[in-house]
């Protein structure tokens, strides 16, 4: 399929979400427009307000985890909404991959209303940049369509082209836990002065904070006093 044709079918995806009725994703009840109702809103898998301050992961009392504690990652803290499980992580697959564009603004308002302290303290909100090669072929940058709302909410610029990501790298999700941490190096690059600024990072999930870690550290080579990642899901610690 060519990319064009894929650009286009984001965009009838878009259209569609605008125009038609909504069906609850989850249980296809009637939505009143949303993308969720209210009933499977409510149970609706969020991170347990004890969780590490910098990775996310459950932490008794909220505290930083053990290895956060031992190995000092480049950002400075992380929040998510959800955990990565049924039925969250089939709505960011079909936001990503099937264009369901009503997913977005959900799931956007749900990462405003978390983040809004983050977003007030943050300078910029920078989705997290796709390869060009992706972006063609998936017609939009989910990451962008994610930070909209908090950008809207906070009045903090979306931050599009201060980094560029020079390698397509696998996704995460393929690989092994070793290589999940090798491949995002040197994922990035930043030619733009970012000296005392607070960047806030937006992207749908985070897996091992690889991916989140390299980018931080590109930003501060850049002179970013402060880095923070806002994900939609967090996926579970390694058994």
């Known amino acids: 399929m060519s990319n064009a044709t894929l650009g286009f079918r984001a965009l009838l995806g878009r259209c569609r979400d605008l125009l038609l009725p909504q069906d609850c994703f989850v249980c296809g009840a009637s939505a009143g427009g949303a993308a969720v109702c209210a009933a499977c809103a409510a149970e609706l898998p969020r991170v347990a307000d004890a969780a590490c301050p910098v990775c996310a992961l459950p932490c ?19 929040r998510a909404v959800f955990d990565y499980a049924f039925p969250v ?12 564009f009503a997913l977005a603004r959900y ?21 997290m940049p796709l390869h060009p090669r992706r972006l063609a072929a998936r017609g939009f940058n989910q990451a962008v369509e994610l930070a909209r709302p908090l950008a809207r909410a906070t009045g903090r610029p979306l931050a599009l082209t201060v980094v560029h990501r020079r390698r397509d790298t696998p996704a995460q999700a393929t690989l092994g836990r070793d290589e999940r941490e090798r491949n995002p190096r040197g994922a ?23 991916t989140l870690d ?18 939609v899901a967090r996926t579970p610690a390694p058994g």
């Not at 992580?89 to 369901?100: E, H, N, P, T």
């Not at 005392?196 to 749908?204: C, H, S, T, Y």
Request: with cysteine; aromatic share 4%.
């Open 60 to 78: 008794a009392a909220g505290l930083a985890c053990g290895r956060c504690s031992r190995e000092q990652a480049a950002f400075d803290a992380t």
């Open 89 to 100: 992580d089939g709505m960011i697959q079909a936001l990503k991959y099937r264009q369901r």
């Open 107 to 127: 799931l956007g308002d749900a990462l405003a209303v978390a983040g809004h302290a983050m977003g007030d303290a943050a300078d910029l909100i920078l989705p």
């Open 188 to 210: 990035f690059s930043c030619g733009v002065a970012l000296e005392g600024r607070r960047i806030l990072v937006v992207d749908d999930v985070m897996t091992t904070g690889a």
């Open 214 to 231: 390299e980018l931080a550290r590109c930003l501060k080579r850049q002179g970013a006093a402060w880095v923070g990642n806002l994900v």
